[in-house]
């Protein structure tokens, strides 16, 4: 079987790279991938698979009918948005749409999915089980997943894979990690509610700005001397309004920032935690204080079982020296995680950094990638869906 999935992406590579140029020729937004699904859906259908548009808003969905044998429903997500950001790559192929870029990879895992999609296809009567693609939107701003599932697209899965790209493994191999791939991601919004005065009366009002700053450092200070070190923990403060002008005393401020943390049983004690520590800096200095915690996204947690599956597809696809076990997690957040809340799945790292140059980073205007990593990530992708369903045997 490895053999035949081989020679059916040799053969599909250059169909690859002008599906994924297209799509980083015309990149869409989140929730607005209506062209992205359109072209998506055309290619399923010419591959014989039932699809269904309009999933989750702008998602797609193809089902693949295996030969029966086996009551497993395997899912593949792959996501479709872009993000807003000014190219500056040069390529030939560069964006055409002025201040929206493909920087994070979605248009190869798009296009990996749809070459999945189109060699299996070939090769159904092979597969035992069903397999649904689910090419989802909106996964830039952490909320196409929900719409996804919301609308059925886990109904009946019994495990999912997942890819994203990564520029610091080269190109023709993948990364692969067990447990925590990524970090949980929640939000935090802290007002702090002074008294107005004038800037040269400090003693006469409550400077909401200088206590926010006591804040953000009673916060960072916090992380590093009441926090387990070997729980990885982040409090970014992103954002701060407040202030009318030079001088006058701010009486309002508000802050929304970003958390990210790996130990569930951390999480769930971030809100009160936050909650005590700017609390008590409000009070100390005669504030009030409103703080919204909401949580986002859990940590993506790759099952073992089913890592192991695509580990050694990887090694019998590509080669063990192809194959880049990941010792850390990312702090990034990947909202794949909400698919796990219904079945167990897991997500690989697809390299594409190019040889002997730089690689600049995700969400970067400059970003680009190797475009044999496609021929990589629909191999591995399409093998370790046929030994997902042929390890029953």
Not at 132 to 155: C, H, N, S, T, Y
Not at 181 to 202: F, K
Not at 308 to 316: D, F, G
Not at 341 to 368: C, D, S, V, W
Request: aromatic residues 6%; charged residues 20%.
């Amino acid at each position: 079987m490895l053999s035949k999935i081989k020679h059916l992406a040799v053969d599909l590579a250059p169909r690859l790279i002008e599906i994924r140029r297209h799509f980083h020729l015309h990149p869409e937004l989140s929730g607005q991938e209506y062209q992205t699904a359109t072209y998506v859906a055309g290619v399923l259908s010419s591959c014989g698979l039932h699809v269904e548009e309009g999933v989750g808003k702008t998602g797609v969905i193809g089902e693949l009918k295996g030969n029966g044998e086996s009551t497993l429903h395997l899912a593949i997500r792959t996501d479709m948005d872009a993000l807003p950001i000014q190219e500056a790559t040069q390529l030939e192929f560069a964006s055409r749409v002025p201040g929206v870029m493909h920087a994070c990879g979605h248009d190869l895992h798009t296009t990996v999915g749809l070459g999945t999609a189109m060699i299996l296809s070939q090769l159904k009567d092979f597969l035992p089980g069903n397999i649904r693609f689910i090419f989802q939107p909106a996964e830039e701003i952490a909320q196409g997943a929900l719409w996804m599932v919301e609308d059925g697209a886990m109904k009946g899965i019994s495990a999912i894979f997942g890819v994203h790209v990564f520029p610091s493994i080269p190109a023709r191999s993948v990364g692969i990690r067990y447990g925590a791939l990524t970090s949980a991601m929640d939000d935090l919004e802290i007002i702090i509610q002074g008294e107005a005065g004038h800037g040269a009366r400090p003693h006469q009002a409550i400077d909401a700005i200088w206590i926010a700053a006591q804040v953000i450092t009673s916060l960072q200070q916090a992380i590093s001397r009441m926090q387990n070190p070997l729980d990885p923990l982040v409090l970014t403060i992103g954002q701060i309004n407040g202030g009318k002008a030079a001088n006058i005393i701010a009486d309002q401020v508000k802050m929304v920032g970003t958390v990210r943390s790996l130990n569930p049983e951390v999480r769930e004690k971030l809100p009160i935690w936050i909650k005590n520590i700017v609390e008590g800096v409000c009070n100390t200095y005669g504030a009030k204080c409103q703080i919204n915690y909401h949580h986002r996204l859990p940590s993506v947690q790759n099952e073992m079982t089913l890592t192991k599956i695509i580990e050694k597809s990887a090694i019998e696809a590509l080669g063990e020296e192809h194959v880049i076990n990941i010792i850390e997690p990312s702090l990034g957040a990947e909202d794949f995680a909400v698919y796990l809340e219904y079945a167990p799945g897991t997500m690989f790292r697809l390299g594409i950094g190019k040889e002997n140059q730089h690689n600049y980073p995700l969400h970067h205007p400059r970003f680009e990638l190797d475009e044999s990593s496609l021929t990589t990530g629909v191999v591995t992708m399409a093998y370790s869906a046929y030994k997902y369903f042929d390890r029953e045997n």
